[in-house]
């Protein structure tokens, strides 16, 4: 029993000085930066220094690592709490309300976000020796994880390629896959397995998520999407609020909105026009659903976002813009 507990103890005291490793890489990595995409595939980091509003993105299948800090995101009506000491994993594209929760000058929010390449995840599945759990019914494609000294480690092994940028090609797939390894022997990687692996309902679901993301200006026909899905409409329906905490039109009409707020924001178009570009047909329609969407008006929500520099946005393509 005194074994047991000096183990817990040293493997606690082990996460404790490797959080704070990872927080001074992160924060030498971004210097005065708020964001940066970097050299290594998938990886961005994000530093915030004080609390933010809560802003409406999309957060794409990856992992988001706080090495100092607290952030929250509701998915639906669930609301995921993530800080040092557990991490944010989501198995597909998800609109979110998301914020940084915690965060001041002298002890900043630093995020690592790493996008997940779900061919990599297949790999590490194919390898006989992972067993992973089944996913519990009805649990959603997010999650949160512990940060152990295993996790944390690969985490800066894999931010130390950046100052070894020739090892960048080679060693930070292997690198990633071990993440991606610790993610699936913890409970929290069964959802993640479940979206993995060909011909399972989730994964199937996945493909209908896929297809809405990619098509979201196309008009939507569930009876269609069933098929593409290989699902019947109702289990559709099932799986797909399961894993996203709403409906296939919901799902959807998020994704419209976020994307005309992006285009009006970043792109200049008017609001008739960013309608138009995103797949809806009437004006009047689309203001009434972005003003109960987005609280306001287009016209003033993206007047108020550009005297405020943008910040209220966060459309991320594993944290492309905002942490």
Not at 115 to 134: F, Q, T
Not at 148 to 160: K, M, V
Not at 251 to 279: C, I, P, S, T
Request: one cysteine or more; charged letters at 20%.
């Amino acid at each position: 029993m005194k074994n047991l507990k000096e183990n817990a103890s040293l493997k606690s005291n082990l996460a404790v000085e490797l959080r704070a490793a990872l927080a001074l890489k992160i924060a030498s990595f971004l210097g005065k930066e708020e964001n940066r995409i970097t050299e290594i595939p998938g990886v961005s980091l994000h530093r915030r220094t004080a609390p933010t509003p809560p802003c409406r993105g999309t957060y794409h299948a990856g992992v988001m690592v706080v090495a100092q800090g607290r952030k929250q995101v509701n998915l639906g009506r669930t609301s995921f709490i993530y800080d040092a000491s557990r991490y944010l994993l989501t198995s597909v594209d998800l609109p979110i309300v998301s914020w940084v929760a915690e965060a001041t000058e002298e002890v900043p929010c630093l995020v690592l976000s790493l996008k997940l390449d779900m061919s990599m995840v297949r790999e590490v599945l194919g390898r006989e020796e992972i067993h992973v759990a089944e996913a519990a019914p009805e649990s959603p494609a997010m999650s949160t994880g512990e940060t152990t000294p295993e996790f944390l480690d690969a985490c800066c092994r894999l931010l130390d390629l950046l100052d070894s940028p020739l090892d960048i090609p080679f060693l930070s797939g292997l690198i990633q896959r071990e993440i991606i390894y610790r993610i699936l022997r913890g409970p929290e990687g069964a959802r993640l397995r479940a979206v993995a692996t060909l011909g399972d309902q989730s994964h199937r679901t996945a493909k209908a998520v896929a297809w809405i993301a990619a098509n979201y200006a196309k008009p939507l026909h569930v009876e269609e999407l069933a098929q593409i899905a290989s699902m019947g409409v109702s289990t559709l329906h099932h799986y797909f609020r399961m894993l996203t905490a709403m409906s296939p039109l919901q799902y959807q009409k998020q994704l419209r909105l976020q994307a005309a707020r992006n285009l009006m924001l970043n792109n200049g178009l008017d609001a008739a026009g960013a309608a138009f570009e995103v797949g809806y047909e009437s004006p009047t329609q689309f203001n009434r659903e972005y003003s109960r969407f987005f609280g306001q008006p287009p016209k003033r929500d993206i007047r108020a976002l550009r005297s405020s520099g943008g910040l209220a946005t966060e459309s991320i393509s594993n944290q492309t813009n905002a942490a």
